[in-house]
């Protein structure tokens, strides 16, 4: 374990539908960030929250929102769902310092549009 | 821009030793990472560079050159487990985002 918890492990939904994914951090961790990696992709960074506000935005689609609450954990919504969107979609969390340990990965929401 | 390479794939013998390269381009350098990924499984952390040199981690070492955007990893005395996916990524400043390249496939074989 860890300790990033991800929930659902598994989703599959329909296109057209819209999903929420949920990531709890490392217990001290402040950052959050989310990847997405489809088939023989590298992973893609999503969005960076870091203690409840938006810190960093890259390739994230218009149809995906995501936010940080208050005890930290986060939340990345997906609507309109496409079948381009089935992939692994990971959470990590780092802490404020201690650059040099990178990030801790969840275990990853697999999400399948069908 | 940024633009991180390594091999898509490679094979090697168990018991042997393999060397994995990663070359960079990117706007700001703070940190280079390796992370290993089994199959549908998370990456998890293997070593981090942000000084010229080899840094030593039991049968892993990590090597980096910031004056070449050059980075290996070297992976000694290979077990069937160490079959996975290699993650090259860079840190570009602070506390921002890391950004990964493809990643290398490793196969072990007997």
């Known amino acids: 374990d860890s300790g990033v918890t991800q929930t659902p492990k598994h989703l599959i939904t329909a296109t057209g539908q819209r999903v929420t994914l949920r990531c709890s951090p490392r217990?001290?961790?402040?950052?959050v960030y989310w990847y997405q990696q489809s088939l023989d992709q590298g992973l893609q960074f999503l969005i960076q929250y870091y203690n409840g506000e938006e810190r960093a935005k890259g390739n994230i689609l218009e149809r995906f929102s995501a936010q940080q609450f208050p005890d930290l954990h986060s939340e990345l919504n997906l609507s309109s769902l496409e079948l381009g969107d089935s992939a692994l979609y990971f959470c990590a969390s780092s802490p404020q310092k201690g650059q040099g340990n990178g990030y801790t990965f969840g275990s990853g929401t697999r999400l399948t549009v069908v | 821009g940024q633009n991180i390479d390594q091999p898509t794939e490679m094979t090697a013998t168990e018991g042997a030793i393999v060397q994995i390269n990663c070359t960079y381009q990117?706007?700001?350098?703070?940190?280079l990472f390796w992370y290993q990924q089994h199959a549908g499984e998370a990456p998890t952390f293997l070593s981090y560079n942000v000084l010229d040199g080899l840094e030593e981690k039991g049968r892993f070492s990590s090597f980096l050159s910031r004056s070449k955007g050059y980075s290996y990893l070297l992976l000694k005395e290979l077990q069937m487990k160490d079959s996975a996916s290699y993650l090259c990524?860079?840190?570009?400043?602070?506390?921002?985002?890391?950004?990964f390249g493809k990643g290398t496939r490793l196969s072990v074989i007997a």
């Open positions: 990524a860079v840190r570009r400043s602070g506390n921002t985002p890391l950004v």
């Open positions: 217990s001290g961790d402040l950052s």
């Open positions: 990117t706007s700001g350098f703070n940190g």
